[in-house]
C-alpha cells in the first residue's frame, strides 16, 4: 500500500509541476501583451525569439528535473525545491512589478490578469512545497509501529 502511496505522491507532484510550468509560460506570454513589453530596449515582445526562447527554457527547467525525478531518484525533490523557491521569489516579482504599473501607468486588463496568474504561480508553487514535503498518516503509523 505504501508503494501506491508514493506513486500517487509523484503523480501528484508531476501534475503540479505542469501546472506551474504552464502558468509561468502564460505569465511570460501575458507580460509580452502587456505595457510592461514596452520598457524598455531589453523586454521581450510578443512572439518574437526572445519570448518563445524564455518559454523554452522555462519548460526545460522543469522538464529536466521532473524526468530525473520521476526515474526514480528521489533526492531531486531537494533540487526541484530550490527551483520552487526560486520561482517564489520570481512570482513575488511578477506582483511587485505589475502593482507599479498598475499605478504608474495606463491600466490594462492584461496587468490584471497578469496579477492574478502571477498570485496563482505562487499558489502552485506553495502546493508544491506541501505535496512534496507532506507525509501520510499511512506512512506516520507504519513509522510509528
Known amino acids: 500500500m505504501f ?15 505542469a501546472i506551474s510550468a504552464t502558468i509561468l509560460c ?8 502587456s ?3 514596452n520598457s524598455g530596449p531589453n523586454v521581450n515582445q510578443f512572439g518574437d525569439i526572445g519570448m518563445w526562447m524564455s518559454i523554452i527554457l522555462i519548460l526545460i527547467s522543469y522538464a529536466i528535473p521532473l524526468i530525473i525525478y520521476s526515474l526514480g531518484v528521489d533526492a ?12 517564489l521569489l ?3 516579482a511578477v506582483i511587485f512589478t ?19 496568474l502571477s498570485v496563482l504561480y ?3 508553487n ?6 512534496t514535503f507532506s507525509t501520510s498518516n499511512k506512512s506516520k503509523n507504519t513509522i510509528l509501529q
Open 35 to 37: 505595457p510592461i513589453s
Open 76 to 87: 531531486f525533490k531537494y533540487v526541484m525545491a530550490a527551483l520552487c523557491g526560486l520561482g
Open 98 to 116: 505589475t502593482i507599479l504599473f498598475i499605478f504608474t501607468s495606463t491600466t490594462s486588463m492584461i496587468l490584471y490578469a497578469l496579477l492574478c
Open 122 to 124: 505562487i499558489m502552485s
Open 3 to 17: 508503494i501506491l502511496d508514493n506513486k500517487n505522491k509523484k503523480l501528484k507532484i508531476i501534475i503540479v509541476s
Open 126 to 131: 506553495i502546493i508544491w512545497i506541501f505535496i
Open 26 to 33: 502564460s505569465i511570460i506570454v501575458l507580460a509580452s501583451l
Open 90 to 92: 520570481i512570482g513575488m
